[in-house]
């Protein structure tokens, strides 16, 4: 279950590559320091037009209750000054996108557990979850 933390992220973690953007956030990859364990860590900026820290919390609420092993598990949150970062699981390899375009077939009940989750999520807000193939 993810925790929020006061301060300190670069206590914890430290940044590496950036692995994506989005419209609200930049993804950097990124390694906790006590483990070596590679994580992503979406990063925000309350200083952007487009920061909303209830959006965030709302998403980090939601994803707190989504356990499938194709979505990306929520590792923690940490909140300083003008920034939130959200760490969670680092996953390589094809997205369920690319899985539906390449059109693989999935079971009718794995395909079922994905959906459920994800129309789940979409009732609350808009929110982004990454759902990668398994």
Known sequence: MATLTEGAF???FEMK???GQGTFAKVFRCVEKNT?????????????ENFDPKLIDNEVDIW??????????????????SH????????????????????????????RNIILQVRKSHFTDQIQIYVVAG
């Open 84 to 111: 939130v970062w959200v760490v969670l699981e680092l996953v390589s390899g094809k997205t369920l996108l690319d899985e539906i375009l390449n059109q693989i077939v999935f079971p009718e009940e794995e395909s």
């Open 17 to 19: 590559d950036c692995i």
């Open 36 to 48: 070596g364990r590679d994580f992503a860590v979406k990063a925000f900026q309350s200083e952007d």
């Open 10 to 12: 670069g206590q914890d």
């Open 64 to 81: 707190r209750t989504l356990q499938h092993r194709n979505i990306v598990s929520l590792y923690k949150r940490f909140h300083e000054d």
